[in-house]
Protein backbone atom coordinates (compact mmCIF):
# COMPACT_ATOMS: atom_id res chain seq x y z
CA UNK A 1 0.00 0.00 0.00
CA UNK A 2 1.27 3.71 -1.08
CA UNK A 3 -0.13 6.41 1.24
CA UNK A 4 0.14 9.54 -0.96
CA UNK A 5 -0.91 11.86 1.93
CA UNK A 6 1.32 11.08 4.76
CA UNK A 7 2.57 14.09 6.83
CA UNK A 8 5.22 15.01 9.54
CA UNK A 9 5.06 17.42 12.06
CA UNK A 10 8.26 19.81 12.14
CA UNK A 11 10.44 19.73 15.33
CA UNK A 12 9.83 22.46 17.34
CA UNK A 13 13.45 23.44 16.58
CA UNK A 14 13.85 23.01 12.61
CA UNK A 15 14.06 26.69 11.57
CA UNK A 16 16.39 27.69 14.17
CA UNK A 17 18.60 24.91 13.58
CA UNK A 18 18.00 25.08 9.49
CA UNK A 19 17.65 28.48 8.80
CA UNK A 20 20.41 30.70 7.39
CA UNK A 21 21.69 32.41 9.98
CA UNK A 22 20.46 35.45 9.39
CA UNK A 23 17.08 34.58 9.37
CA UNK A 24 16.96 32.71 12.97
CA UNK A 25 16.30 35.53 15.33
CA UNK A 26 12.69 35.37 13.34
CA UNK A 27 12.54 31.26 13.17
CA UNK A 28 9.18 29.50 12.83
CA UNK A 29 8.84 28.43 16.68
CA UNK A 30 6.54 26.64 19.48
CA UNK A 31 6.98 28.87 22.71
CA UNK A 32 5.19 28.05 25.62
CA UNK A 33 4.17 31.28 28.10
CA UNK A 34 1.87 30.87 30.88
CA UNK A 35 2.00 27.20 30.57
CA UNK A 36 0.02 27.27 26.80
CA UNK A 37 2.25 26.46 23.77
CA UNK A 38 2.43 29.12 21.28
CA UNK A 39 3.58 28.61 17.40
CA UNK A 40 5.37 31.70 16.19
CA UNK A 41 5.77 32.19 12.60
CA UNK A 42 7.69 35.94 11.22
CA UNK A 43 7.63 36.56 14.78
CA UNK A 44 3.56 36.99 14.92
CA UNK A 45 1.63 34.58 17.17
CA UNK A 46 -0.46 31.93 14.76
CA UNK A 47 -1.68 29.70 17.30
CA UNK A 48 -2.21 29.86 20.86
CA UNK A 49 -3.28 27.06 23.07
CA UNK A 50 -4.02 24.27 20.33
CA UNK A 51 -0.58 23.74 18.90
CA UNK A 52 -1.11 19.84 19.68
CA UNK A 53 -4.19 19.94 17.17
CA UNK A 54 -1.67 19.82 14.73
CA UNK A 55 -1.50 16.65 14.62
CA UNK A 56 -3.72 14.77 17.23
CA UNK A 57 -4.04 11.36 15.31
CA UNK A 58 -3.84 9.57 18.27
CA UNK A 59 -5.19 11.91 21.19
CA UNK A 60 -8.23 12.84 23.02
CA UNK A 61 -10.10 14.68 20.97
CA UNK A 62 -12.07 16.97 24.23
CA UNK A 63 -8.46 17.61 25.15
CA UNK A 64 -6.94 18.72 21.97
CA UNK A 65 -7.61 22.34 22.15
CA UNK A 66 -7.63 22.82 25.57
CA UNK A 67 -4.13 23.98 26.22
CA UNK A 68 -3.39 21.04 28.35
CA UNK A 69 -1.41 18.70 25.72
CA UNK A 70 1.92 19.21 24.20
CA UNK A 71 2.99 19.58 20.32
CA UNK A 72 5.79 17.50 20.83
CA UNK A 73 4.97 15.27 24.35
CA UNK A 74 1.26 14.14 22.77
CA UNK A 75 2.50 13.15 19.36
CA UNK A 76 3.18 10.14 18.46
CA UNK A 77 7.80 9.91 17.43
CA UNK A 78 7.20 8.88 14.07
CA UNK A 79 5.34 11.88 13.33
CA UNK A 80 9.13 13.60 13.62
CA UNK A 81 11.34 10.66 12.84
CA UNK A 82 11.68 8.76 9.83
CA UNK A 83 13.13 5.49 11.27
CA UNK A 84 10.29 5.70 13.47
CA UNK A 85 7.49 6.17 10.58
CA UNK A 86 9.27 3.42 8.97
CA UNK A 87 8.51 1.08 12.00
CA UNK A 88 4.78 2.38 11.81
CA UNK A 89 4.48 1.96 8.16
CA UNK A 90 5.35 -1.74 8.58
CA UNK A 91 2.99 -2.23 11.45
CA UNK A 92 0.26 -0.91 9.07
CA UNK A 93 1.05 -2.86 5.80
CA UNK A 94 1.89 0.43 3.95
CA UNK A 95 5.44 0.09 1.90
CA UNK A 96 5.96 3.88 0.56
CA UNK A 97 4.79 7.40 1.45
CA UNK A 98 4.53 10.86 -0.14
CA UNK A 99 5.56 12.56 2.35
CA UNK A 100 3.88 16.65 3.05
CA UNK A 101 4.50 19.29 6.07
CA UNK A 102 2.03 20.70 8.65
CA UNK A 103 3.64 23.76 9.62
CA UNK A 104 5.07 24.70 6.61
CA UNK A 105 1.66 24.70 4.35
CA UNK A 106 0.43 26.93 6.40
CA UNK A 107 0.10 30.55 5.43
CA UNK A 108 3.21 32.68 6.27
CA UNK A 109 2.08 36.08 7.94
CA UNK A 110 4.77 38.25 6.49
CA UNK A 111 5.82 40.00 3.67
CA UNK A 112 9.45 39.45 3.74
CA UNK A 113 9.62 37.34 1.25
CA UNK A 114 13.38 36.76 1.52
CA UNK A 115 12.19 35.22 5.20
CA UNK A 116 9.67 33.40 3.09
CA UNK A 117 12.03 32.20 1.12
CA UNK A 118 13.90 31.20 3.77
CA UNK A 119 11.18 29.08 5.59
CA UNK A 120 10.83 26.63 2.16
CA UNK A 121 14.08 26.01 1.96
CA UNK A 122 15.00 25.14 5.72
CA UNK A 123 11.88 22.88 5.70
CA UNK A 124 13.01 21.39 2.40
CA UNK A 125 16.71 20.35 3.60
CA UNK A 126 14.72 18.86 6.91
CA UNK A 127 12.83 16.90 5.21
CA UNK A 128 15.18 15.35 2.59
CA UNK A 129 17.24 14.37 6.00
CA UNK A 130 13.93 13.15 7.43
CA UNK A 131 13.81 10.90 4.20
CA UNK A 132 17.12 9.62 4.43
CA UNK A 133 15.71 7.05 6.63
CA UNK A 134 14.97 4.65 3.08
CA UNK A 135 14.63 7.28 0.10
CA UNK A 136 13.03 3.93 -1.25
CA UNK A 137 10.40 4.22 1.36
CA UNK A 138 9.96 7.58 1.46
CA UNK A 139 9.38 10.66 -0.82
CA UNK A 140 9.33 14.35 -0.02
CA UNK A 141 6.95 17.11 -1.69
CA UNK A 142 9.11 20.08 -1.98
CA UNK A 143 7.42 23.48 -0.62
CA UNK A 144 8.15 26.85 -2.50
CA UNK A 145 7.12 30.67 -1.79
CA UNK A 146 4.72 31.00 -4.94
CA UNK A 147 4.72 34.90 -3.98
CA UNK A 148 8.25 35.00 -5.30
CA UNK A 149 8.22 33.20 -8.81
CA UNK A 150 11.76 33.54 -9.90
CA UNK A 151 13.17 32.10 -6.18
CA UNK A 152 10.09 29.60 -6.07
CA UNK A 153 11.20 27.96 -9.42
CA UNK A 154 14.95 27.74 -8.83
CA UNK A 155 14.13 25.78 -5.47
CA UNK A 156 12.30 23.70 -7.09
CA UNK A 157 14.97 22.99 -9.23
CA UNK A 158 17.26 22.00 -6.83
CA UNK A 159 14.41 19.62 -5.01
CA UNK A 160 13.67 18.29 -8.34
CA UNK A 161 17.34 17.24 -8.40
CA UNK A 162 17.67 15.97 -4.89
CA UNK A 163 14.79 13.41 -5.68
CA UNK A 164 11.39 14.97 -4.53
CA UNK A 165 8.34 13.31 -6.04
CA UNK A 166 6.17 16.46 -6.15
CA UNK A 167 4.98 20.39 -5.60
CA UNK A 168 2.90 22.01 -3.00
CA UNK A 169 0.33 24.59 -4.43
CA UNK A 170 -1.72 26.69 -2.34
CA UNK A 171 -5.77 25.95 -3.40
CA UNK A 172 -6.22 29.71 -3.38
CA UNK A 173 -5.67 33.03 -5.16
CA UNK A 174 -2.04 33.91 -4.27
CA UNK A 175 -1.69 38.28 -4.29
CA UNK A 176 -4.81 38.21 -6.25
CA UNK A 177 -3.87 35.72 -8.66
CA UNK A 178 -5.25 32.23 -9.45
CA UNK A 179 -2.78 29.43 -9.40
CA UNK A 180 -3.25 28.46 -13.11
CA UNK A 181 -2.32 32.18 -14.19
CA UNK A 182 0.31 32.41 -16.95
CA UNK A 183 2.40 34.52 -14.02
CA UNK A 184 3.35 31.10 -12.45
CA UNK A 185 4.36 29.18 -15.38
CA UNK A 186 8.07 28.81 -15.22
CA UNK A 187 6.64 26.08 -11.98
CA UNK A 188 4.32 24.44 -13.99
CA UNK A 189 6.55 23.96 -17.07
CA UNK A 190 9.01 22.78 -14.35
CA UNK A 191 6.58 19.99 -13.07
CA UNK A 192 5.99 19.21 -16.57
CA UNK A 193 9.55 18.82 -17.54
CA UNK A 194 10.24 16.92 -14.84
CA UNK A 195 7.38 14.45 -14.60
CA UNK A 196 6.46 15.45 -11.38
CA UNK A 197 3.12 16.26 -9.53
CA UNK A 198 1.78 19.40 -8.91
CA UNK A 199 -0.22 18.85 -5.56
CA UNK A 200 -3.30 20.95 -4.54
CA UNK A 201 -3.48 20.07 -0.67
CA UNK A 202 -5.65 21.67 1.87
CA UNK A 203 -4.21 24.31 4.02
CA UNK A 204 -5.68 26.05 7.31
CA UNK A 205 -6.20 29.53 8.36
CA UNK A 206 -6.77 29.69 11.99
CA UNK A 207 -8.78 32.74 11.16
CA UNK A 208 -11.61 31.23 9.65
CA UNK A 209 -11.13 32.71 5.88
CA UNK A 210 -10.75 29.58 4.31
CA UNK A 211 -12.36 30.27 0.74
CA UNK A 212 -14.97 30.00 -0.34
CA UNK A 213 -16.88 29.48 2.59
CA UNK A 214 -15.08 31.91 5.22
CA UNK A 215 -18.37 33.63 5.96
CA UNK A 216 -19.62 30.16 7.22
CA UNK A 217 -16.52 29.32 8.74
CA UNK A 218 -16.10 32.52 10.91
CA UNK A 219 -19.62 31.75 12.12
CA UNK A 220 -18.48 28.46 14.53
CA UNK A 221 -20.23 26.14 12.46
CA UNK A 222 -18.37 23.41 14.41
CA UNK A 223 -15.37 20.64 13.66
CA UNK A 224 -17.58 18.57 11.40
CA UNK A 225 -18.65 21.22 9.25
CA UNK A 226 -15.34 22.77 9.23
CA UNK A 227 -13.35 19.46 8.62
CA UNK A 228 -15.74 18.10 6.13
CA UNK A 229 -16.20 21.05 3.80
CA UNK A 230 -13.33 22.80 4.23
CA UNK A 231 -11.39 20.57 1.85
CA UNK A 232 -13.47 20.11 -1.33
CA UNK A 233 -14.49 24.16 -0.57
CA UNK A 234 -10.90 24.39 -1.76
CA UNK A 235 -9.78 21.96 -3.95
CA UNK A 236 -13.38 22.23 -5.92
CA UNK A 237 -12.02 25.80 -7.11
CA UNK A 238 -8.98 24.71 -7.23
CA UNK A 239 -9.19 21.81 -9.93
CA UNK A 240 -12.42 23.20 -11.63
CA UNK A 241 -9.87 27.10 -12.49
CA UNK A 242 -6.68 24.66 -14.27
CA UNK A 243 -9.51 23.43 -16.50
CA UNK A 244 -11.28 26.59 -17.20
CA UNK A 245 -7.59 29.01 -17.03
CA UNK A 246 -6.56 26.57 -19.86
CA UNK A 247 -3.72 25.40 -17.44
CA UNK A 248 -3.47 21.85 -19.51
CA UNK A 249 -4.03 23.04 -23.10
CA UNK A 250 -0.27 24.81 -22.10
CA UNK A 251 1.13 21.88 -20.40
CA UNK A 252 -0.42 18.90 -22.13
CA UNK A 253 1.87 16.52 -20.21
CA UNK A 254 1.37 18.11 -16.75
CA UNK A 255 -0.10 15.72 -13.88
CA UNK A 256 -1.77 17.69 -10.63
CA UNK A 257 -3.49 15.87 -7.87
CA UNK A 258 -6.01 17.13 -5.31
CA UNK A 259 -5.06 16.03 -1.69
CA UNK A 260 -7.43 15.64 0.70
CA UNK A 261 -10.76 16.37 -0.31
CA UNK A 262 -11.39 12.56 -1.06
CA UNK A 263 -12.38 11.43 -4.69
CA UNK A 264 -16.11 11.62 -4.32
CA UNK A 265 -16.23 15.20 -5.72
CA UNK A 266 -14.43 14.05 -9.41
CA UNK A 267 -17.10 12.54 -11.47
CA UNK A 268 -19.95 15.59 -10.30
CA UNK A 269 -17.34 17.86 -10.78
CA UNK A 270 -16.93 16.40 -14.23
CA UNK A 271 -20.77 16.38 -15.35
CA UNK A 272 -21.34 20.08 -13.68
CA UNK A 273 -18.09 21.65 -15.86
CA UNK A 274 -19.22 19.36 -19.33
CA UNK A 275 -23.10 20.35 -18.63
CA UNK A 276 -21.78 24.56 -18.44
CA UNK A 277 -19.34 24.17 -21.36
CA UNK A 278 -22.04 22.52 -23.98
CA UNK A 279 -24.47 25.22 -22.68
CA UNK A 280 -21.57 28.20 -22.73
CA UNK A 281 -18.77 27.00 -25.12
CA UNK A 282 -18.78 29.85 -27.27
CA UNK A 283 -18.03 32.16 -24.14
CA UNK A 284 -14.77 30.26 -23.37
CA UNK A 285 -11.31 29.74 -25.05
CA UNK A 286 -11.76 26.23 -24.18
CA UNK A 287 -11.62 23.72 -27.36
CA UNK A 288 -11.86 20.20 -25.34
CA UNK A 289 -14.28 19.21 -22.70
CA UNK A 290 -13.31 19.55 -19.33
CA UNK A 291 -13.89 15.99 -18.33
CA UNK A 292 -11.19 15.00 -20.81
CA UNK A 293 -9.04 17.07 -18.81
CA UNK A 294 -9.66 15.45 -15.89
CA UNK A 295 -9.50 12.21 -17.11
CA UNK A 296 -5.92 13.40 -19.14
CA UNK A 297 -4.29 15.15 -15.98
CA UNK A 298 -6.15 15.02 -12.95
CA UNK A 299 -5.56 12.45 -10.03
CA UNK A 300 -7.32 12.63 -6.57
CA UNK A 301 -6.45 10.89 -3.50
CA UNK A 302 -8.98 8.90 -1.67
CA UNK A 303 -9.74 8.94 2.02
CA UNK A 304 -9.97 6.49 4.35
CA UNK A 305 -13.63 5.15 4.60
CA UNK A 306 -14.72 6.71 1.20
CA UNK A 307 -17.31 4.21 -0.70
CA UNK A 308 -17.17 5.96 -4.01
CA UNK A 309 -13.90 4.70 -5.08
CA UNK A 310 -15.12 1.96 -7.23
CA UNK A 311 -17.36 4.91 -8.80
CA UNK A 312 -14.67 7.54 -9.05
CA UNK A 313 -12.42 4.13 -10.49
CA UNK A 314 -15.35 3.65 -13.43
CA UNK A 315 -16.11 7.48 -13.76
CA UNK A 316 -12.67 9.63 -13.98
CA UNK A 317 -10.39 6.60 -15.16
CA UNK A 318 -9.17 3.54 -14.04
CA UNK A 319 -5.46 5.06 -13.30
CA UNK A 320 -6.73 7.84 -11.83
CA UNK A 321 -7.43 7.17 -7.90
CA UNK A 322 -4.56 7.01 -5.21
CA UNK A 323 -5.21 6.64 -1.46
CA UNK A 324 -4.04 8.95 1.09
CA UNK A 325 -3.95 8.67 5.34
CA UNK A 326 -3.44 11.99 6.14
CA UNK A 327 -1.78 10.75 9.33
CA UNK A 328 -0.83 11.84 11.75
CA UNK A 329 -3.44 14.53 11.64
CA UNK A 330 -6.27 15.86 14.11
CA UNK A 331 -8.78 13.51 11.52
CA UNK A 332 -7.16 10.62 10.14
CA UNK A 333 -8.30 7.44 10.84
CA UNK A 334 -6.67 4.32 11.87
CA UNK A 335 -5.18 3.08 9.22
CA UNK A 336 -4.85 -0.88 9.59
CA UNK A 337 -8.85 -0.39 10.30
CA UNK A 338 -9.43 1.62 7.02
CA UNK A 339 -7.56 0.53 3.93
CA UNK A 340 -9.58 -0.04 0.84
CA UNK A 341 -10.23 -3.01 -0.60
CA UNK A 342 -9.20 -1.25 -3.66
CA UNK A 343 -5.26 -0.85 -2.33
CA UNK A 344 -3.60 -3.27 -5.27
CA UNK A 345 -5.05 -1.06 -8.29
CA UNK A 346 -4.41 2.81 -5.94
CA UNK A 347 -1.13 1.39 -4.85
CA UNK A 348 0.08 0.60 -8.64
CA UNK A 349 -1.96 4.31 -9.61
CA UNK A 350 0.88 5.87 -7.11
CA UNK A 351 3.53 4.41 -8.23
CA UNK A 352 2.97 5.51 -11.64
CA UNK A 353 1.82 9.31 -10.80
CA UNK A 354 5.09 9.68 -8.46
CA UNK A 355 7.62 7.07 -10.18
CA UNK A 356 8.29 5.78 -7.13
Not at 23 to 28: K, L, S, W
Not at 96 to 112: E, G, Q
Request: glycine share 8%.
Amino acid sequence: MIDCDAHILEPATLWEEYLEERYRDRAIRITEVGGKERLIIGNQVVLEGAVAGLGGAEADKTALFSGRLSYRRDNPDDSFDGHARLRRMDEWGITKAIIFPTICILPFPTDDLDLANAYCRAYNNWVYDFCQADRKRLFPVAVVNWRDVEEATREFERCIQRGFRGLFVPPEMIDGRRPADRHFNSLWALCQAARVPACFHVIVRFDGSVSPFGAWHATSPGPIFSFGLGGTGQLVPAIASTITDQLFERYPNLKVVSVEAGCGFAPYLMDRLDAKFEALRALTGLSTKPSDHIRSNCYFVAEQGERTIDAALELVGRSNIVWGSDYPHIDSLRVDDHLPRQWPELSSNAEQLFRI
